[in-house]
């Protein structure tokens, strides 16, 4: 596939892995957007996942384990006329990094997190994560996972997103949808995509047969109360689509710091010789 938007590095996914599918739809969106590459920025966090960063050519930085919400979020302050999508795996996004998501949900800052969520740390070779499955045997539960699964969707529901959707990696035409709108969308959206990973934990057929799209289906995604109720529909058959979309003043919309320009455009007004004389 050429296109401006691929950097020509060797992708060392596990053929199959689900993040194909999330990086041809991310490079799908941002043609359909004609966003230009460098005013594009990509973080990526750690694991599988985070390789995306390599991949996509667009500036990027690859963060410490569960970071990708404050750097993303100091990135879009600094320089508000960037366009920011943070990528994150459900380790790093619902384990180590989930403080960061209910405060960027609630505070409305303007980025796409997109959640490679499949349900398993994958780079660490299989262990159980925040949506592992209840009973799950993986390196880490030798005799099934005893504990519940946390539900994504509810969280940045009740937390204050603005957008919210859920994605599945097996169904690219809809994944490019949800990206450019995700994109789109003025303030925080949240996506989580349902994502095999063919070596630890392969939920292509699982998924298959279960999702349905919610733009197929009379569903008002402008409802609070039935994105709630939605959101914790999860069984014989799985919704993905957009679950909630409002608009609401977004963090940056409310800096009075940045109504002319961005921060990075302005001079700096501190005195500098003070504040090494306080450092040293
Ligand atoms: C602070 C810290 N703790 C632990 C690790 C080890 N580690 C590397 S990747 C990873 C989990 C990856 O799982 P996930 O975020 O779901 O990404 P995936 O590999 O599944 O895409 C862990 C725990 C680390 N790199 N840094
Ligand atoms: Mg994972």
Same mark, same amino acid.
């Given at each position: 596939?050429? $296109?401006?938007?691929?950097?020509?590095?060797?992708? =060392?996914?596990?053929?199959?892995?689900?993040?194909? +599918?999330?990086?041809?739809?991310?490079?799908? +969106?941002?043609?359909?957007?004609?966003?230009?590459?460098?005013?594009?920025?990509? &973080?990526?966090?750690?694991?599988?996942?985070? %390789?995306?960063?390599? /991949? &996509?050519?667009?500036?990027?930085?690859? =963060?410490?384990?569960?970071?990708?919400? @404050?750097?993303?979020?100091?990135?879009?302050? $600094?320089?508000?006329?960037?366009? &920011?999508?943070?990528?994150?795996?459900?380790?790093?996004?619902?384990?180590?990094?989930?403080?960061?998501? @209910?405060?960027?949900a609630?505070?409305?800052?303007?980025?796409?997190?997109?959640?490679?969520?499949?349900?398993?740390?994958?780079?660490?070779?299989?262990?159980? !994560?925040?949506?592992? @499955?209840?009973?799950? %045997?993986?390196? $880490?539960?030798? /005799?099934?996972?005893?504990?519940?699964?946390?539900n994504p969707l509810l969280l940045a529901l009740v937390s204050g997103a603005t957008f919210v959707a859920r994605g599945?990696?097996?169904?690219?035409?809809?994944?490019?949808?949800l990206?450019?709108e995700g994109?789109?969308h003025?303030g925080f959206a949240f996506i989580d995509?349902?994502?095999?990973?063919?070596?630890?934990?392969? !939920?292509?057929?699982?998924?298959?047969?279960?999702v349905y799209r919610l733009e197929e289906t009379d569903y008002d995604y402008t409802s609070f109360k039935k994105a709630i109720a939605k959101a914790t529909e999860w069984g014989?058959r799985i919704p993905i689509g957009i679950f909630y979309k409002i608009r609401r003043? !977004?963090?940056?919309? *409310?800096?009075? *710091?940045?109504?002319?320009? @961005?921060?990075?455009? *302005?001079?700096?007004?501190?005195?500098?010789?003070?504040?090494?004389?306080?450092? $040293?």
């Amino acid at each position: 596939m050429g $296109s401006i938007y691929l950097t020509n590095k060797k992708n =060392v996914w596990c053929p199959g892995c689900g993040n194909f +599918a999330i990086l041809n739809a991310l490079i799908k +969106a941002l043609e359909r957007l004609n966003l230009k590459p460098e005013s594009v920025v990509l &973080v990526s966090g750690i694991g599988c996942h985070g %390789r995306i960063n390599q /991949y &996509v050519n667009v500036n990027s930085i690859h =963060v410490i384990h569960g970071r990708v919400l @404050p750097v993303a979020t100091g990135i879009k302050i $600094s320089n508000n006329r960037l366009t &920011v999508i943070g990528h994150a795996g459900d380790g790093d996004a619902y384990a180590i990094g989930l403080g960061h998501l @209910p405060h960027a949900a609630r505070r409305n800052v303007d980025l796409t997190y997109i959640i490679h969520n499949n349900m398993i740390f994958g780079l660490t070779t299989g262990q159980v !994560t925040p949506t592992t @499955p209840k009973g799950m %045997r993986t390196r $880490s539960t030798p /005799y099934g996972n005893i504990e519940n699964p946390l539900n994504p969707l509810l969280l940045a529901l009740v937390s204050g997103a603005t957008f919210v959707a859920r994605g599945f990696a097996g169904d690219i035409k809809h994944l490019i949808y949800l990206f450019e709108e995700g994109i789109k969308h003025k303030g925080f959206a949240f996506i989580d995509v349902l994502q095999p990973c063919v070596t630890f934990y392969n !939920t292509y057929s699982y998924f298959r047969e279960r999702v349905y799209r919610l733009e197929e289906t009379d569903y008002d995604y402008t409802s609070f109360k039935k994105a709630i109720a939605k959101a914790t529909e999860w069984g014989e058959r799985i919704p993905i689509g957009i679950f909630y979309k409002i608009r609401r003043e !977004t963090f940056e919309e *409310q800096l009075f *710091q940045l109504k002319d320009k @961005p921060l990075v455009q *302005q001079e700096i007004r501190i005195n500098l010789e003070k504040v090494y004389k306080i450092l $040293s």
